[in-house]
Structures are given as structure tokens and as C-alpha cells.
């Protein structure tokens, strides 16, 4: 006998059908306010939110790891639109393409409010999520450059000097530098000598091979004397 549609509710269905206030509170629940308030200009309080979520700490902590971490997912929401937006809007091919991408992507983090108010009220803070290693922003805009890179040069519109690892760290490490001058060296930020510098790389002319260093030619050895019986 064939079953109606209606006689099974899928997941979905049942989780419309439920009360607003029996609805559980999702990791990304956590995000998603964590960035309501990132936005405001909130400092970010792991306690605060729990309760907001209606959920402890310890169950915060293990959704997000660190309040670090929280705030990196909170930047990267934002960074992987504006990498999108800088993609979609840049043109020509190769080094020229690259560069615009570079150029776009990094006058929209200057320009962006919530990012520089962030930076201005805790910069040692900012400098740790946004630069770190151990933080998810460095290690995705390092994979999203060299992303952009592999497709020109699979196009064969781009040759390197560089190989791809070694140039998207470049990149990424350089406009860090120039755009965060304000809290590492005390100088304003300057996009303009980021994309100088990025520029100076791309158009490098690809390097000669090594050469091996030359053998030195072996000694013969001295042949033992013979004994005299």
C-alpha cells in the first residue's frame, strides 16, 4: 500500500512545527550571535553569551574552543565575503588579475568599521586572532590566496618565482603587515605599499635553476706498502 506524503514529518517539518521556546541552540546559534554583537561593537564575554544562548560555558567552550577562536569565525564570515566580492569584481588574467584581487580584498578590511573598532579596542587581541597561526583567519586567507594563484597558473597566465606555499604566506604576511602598521610599528595602515610589495612578487622573473656544486675530484688513495717478509 502506497504511504500519503504527509504520513511521515521529516526533521525539518517537526522542527517548524516546534515551539520557539523548546528550539535548542545550535553551535552556529553561538556564531551567528557572537556576531550581532562583534558587529555592535560589543566586546565579546563568553559568560554573557552562554546565558543569552541558555547554555553553560562548558558546553560554549566546547562548541567554539576559545573565545580566540569564536571571534577568528566571526572575522572569517566576514573576510570570505569580502574575498568573494573581490574575485567577482577584478579582471584581466595572471599577475594583474591576482593583484587587483590582493588590492580589493585588502581596502575593504581597511575600510571596514566593525574590523578597525575591534583592532583600536584590543589590539593585542586582534593581532593574536588575526595573525596567528593557531587561529583559523591566517591559515584560510593563506589556502584562499593560493587558491587564486593555482587557477592562473593552471591557466598558464601566471609563472612564479616563487612556489605557491611560499608566495600566498608572502602575500598574506605582507598585507598583514601594512594593514595592522597601526598596532605592530605604530605607523598608519597603507595599502598602497602592500600592493607595491605583492606587486614586486607576482612580477618576478622566475629563478634559474640551482645549480649543483661541482664534485671535487677524488684523491686516489695511497696504496698500503707491502711487508717485508
Keep these: 500500500m502506497a504511504t500519503s506524503w504527509n504520513d511521515r514529518t521529516t526533521g525539518l517539518e517537526r522542527a517548524l512545527a516546534r515551539p520557539a521556546s523548546e528550539t535548542r541552540p545550535t553551535p552556529l546559534d553561538a556564531l551567528r550571535l557572537a556576531r550581532r554583537h562583534w558587529l555592535a561593537g560589543d566586546r565579546l564575554d563568553m559568560g554573557a553569551l552562554a546565558r543569552e544562548l541558555g547554555v553553560s560555558r ?33 579582471t584581466g588574467s595572471g599577475a ?29 587581541l586582534a593581532l593574536r586572532v ?12 593563506i589556502a584562499l590566496c593560493r ?17 605557491l606555499d611560499t608566495l600566498s604566506y608572502l602575500m598574506i604576511r605582507v598585507a598583514e603587515s601594512f594593514l595592522y602598521s597601526d598596532v605592530i610599528t605604530g605607523s598608519e595602515p597603507d595599502v598602497d605599499k602592500a600592493v607595491e610589495v605583492v606587486r614586486v ?8 635553476p640551482r645549480s649543483k656544486p661541482a664534485k671535487r675530484p677524488s684523491r686516489p688513495r695511497p696504496r698500503p706498502r707491502a711487508r717485508r717478509p
Design 58 to 90: 562548558a558546553t560554549l567552550y566546547g562548541w567554539v574552543g576559545s573565545k580566540e577562536r569564536l571571534i577568528g569565525e566571526v572575522i572569517w564570515s566576514f573576510a570570505e565575503d569580502g574575498v568573494r566580492q573581490a574575485r567577482a569584481e577584478a
Design 96 to 124: 594583474d588579475y591576482v593583484l587587483e584581487v590582493f588590492e580589493r580584498f585588502d581596502r575593504l578590511n581597511a575600510s571596514f568599521p566593525p574590523l578597525r573598532r575591534f583592532i583600536e579596542q584590543d589590539p593585542e
Design 130 to 141: 588575526l595573525t596567528s597561526k593557531h587561529g583559523p583567519v591566517q591559515a584560510r586567507m
Design 147 to 163: 587558491e587564486v594563484l593555482a587557477e592562473q597558473v593552471e591557466a598558464g597566465a601566471l609563472r612564479p618565482a616563487l612556489d
Design 201 to 208: 612578487l607576482l612580477h618576478a622573473p622566475p629563478l634559474p
